[in-house]
């Protein structure tokens, strides 16, 4: 995790010389960012700063990103997306940060009505926006719940077991679960205060995560659905089949780790239960790849055990609660519109 020193928060007031940091995150990705970067550069608010955080791309992603002006860090390595987010929140300039996956489009106020629905509550710690599939036929990401049981339509699955993220079509603002990484507007105080993404989850969970963290602290995610974007779901992660093996070791892990870490005992019980399940039922169909990425991330899980425990502990100290007193919270949460926050 990041280690940002300690400030003050204080309540911002949205003018239009607040400062915005968009970071988006790279990886072989120069026809994305043929797209990405012009619709960023086309927005309505113009106190936008752009960096491009590469993950060692071996195309020719570097001779776009400059093609339009923006900012361009390289890393020397594929770590990851929460490591490449942490890198970009430490190089950015604005007041807020702005977290993109680089296979999507903006709407011309995307930018603007992400910043005016932060404006409303000053513990807003993030704002969510409307995706759609890049054709706009469907929508497949809206304001996020979570429930003990399944929902009802696709836009649901199980974060662990018994426990399912599920999404629903809002039309004004709303408090929600959380903001998913791939469009996430952050306040920077919040965000360094909370130590940034967790480096440990490989692909996914990221933003669960941070967000589940910051409702410990009494600071809000919200949806807004005027921010409209258009993504291209899961293009930025396909290259010659890597992509879903990482994607497979980010759930595995990210489960583990979420369960560990937030979530009451009985969940952390019933997580290693399928977990070991699944191990098994891969060695008895001899699919030795998979079982190799469940060792792989099993061994990486026991050895970080220890420390993911005493920050359970940091986490949930004495005046923050248990982790069952916020799940209970967060299962709580209703439909209110922003006005209605500072209240709950």
């Known amino acids: 995790m990041l280690r940002f020193p300690r400030k003050k928060l204080k309540g911002e007031v949205v003018t239009p010389e607040i400062m915005v940091s968009a970071v988006v995150v790279n990886w072989n990705g120069a026809r994305h960012l043929e797209t990405c970067l012009p619709s960023l550069l086309s927005q309505s608010y113009r106190q936008l700063e752009i960096i491009v955080v590469d993950n060692d791309s071996a195309d020719d992603s570097v001779e776009v990103a400059r093609s339009f002006g923006v900012r361009w860090i390289p890393l020397d390595t594929n770590a990851g997306l929460a490591p490449a987010l942490n890198k970009g929140a430490e190089a950015a300039v604005g007041e807020f940060i702005l977290f993109l996956n680089n296979d999507m489009r903006f709407h011309h106020n995307f930018v603007e009505s992400m910043i005016i629905s932060m404006a409303r509550d000053p513990n807003v710690f993030s704002v969510d926006a409307l995706q759609y599939d890049w054709d706009g036929?469907?929508?497949?990401?809206?304001?996020?719940?979570?429930?003990?049981?399944?929902?009802?339509?696709?836009?649901?699955?199980?974060?662990?077991?018994?426990?399912?993220?599920?999404?629903?079509?809002?039309?004004?603002?709303?408090?929600?679960?959380?903001?998913?990484?791939?469009?996430?507007?952050?306040?920077?105080?919040?965000?360094?205060?909370?130590?940034?993404?967790?480096?440990?989850?490989?692909?996914?969970?990221?933003?669960?995560?941070?967000?589940?963290?910051?409702?410990?602290?009494?600071?809000?995610?919200?949806?807004?659905?005027?921010?409209?974007?258009?993504?291209?779901?899961?293009?930025?992660?396909?290259?010659?089949?890597?992509?879903?093996?990482?994607?497979?070791?980010?759930?595995?892990?990210?489960?583990?780790?979420?369960?560990?870490?937030?979530?009451?005992?009985?969940?952390?019980?019933?997580?290693?239960?399928?977990?070991?399940?699944?191990?098994?039922?891969?060695?008895?169909?001899?699919?030795?790849?998979?079982?190799?990425?469940?060792?792989?991330?099993?061994?990486?899980?026991?050895?970080?055990?220890?420390?993911?425990?005493?920050?359970?502990?940091?986490?949930?100290?004495?005046?923050?609660?248990?982790?069952?007193?916020?799940?209970?919270?967060?299962?709580?949460?209703?439909a209110q519109k922003v006005s209605e926050i500072g209240r709950s």
């Open 137 to 334: 036929n469907n929508e497949v990401h809206l304001a996020t719940r979570l429930a003990t049981h399944r929902g009802v339509n696709s836009l649901s699955y199980p974060m662990v077991p018994s426990l399912y993220v599920f999404q629903e079509n809002c039309v004004s603002p709303t408090v929600v679960l959380m903001a998913s990484a791939a469009n996430m507007l952050v306040r920077k105080s919040m965000f360094r205060i909370l130590g940034g993404f967790d480096e440990r989850l490989p692909l996914g969970y990221e933003d669960v995560e941070i967000c589940w963290r910051a409702w410990v602290r009494g600071w809000k995610s919200v949806f807004a659905p005027a921010a409209i974007c258009w993504h291209r779901v899961s293009a930025s992660i396909e290259s010659l089949g890597e992509g879903s093996r990482m994607s497979f070791r980010g759930i595995y892990y990210g489960r583990l780790l979420m369960a560990t870490k937030l979530l009451p005992v009985r969940y952390i019980i019933m997580t290693w239960f399928v977990t070991v399940a699944g191990l098994t039922s891969d060695i008895a169909g001899l699919r030795w790849q998979r079982v190799a990425d469940r060792l792989r991330m099993l061994t990486a899980f026991i050895n970080d055990l220890g420390p993911l425990l005493r920050q359970r502990h940091q986490i949930f100290g004495a005046e923050r609660g248990s982790p069952s007193q916020h799940l209970n919270r967060l299962l709580q949460l209703s």
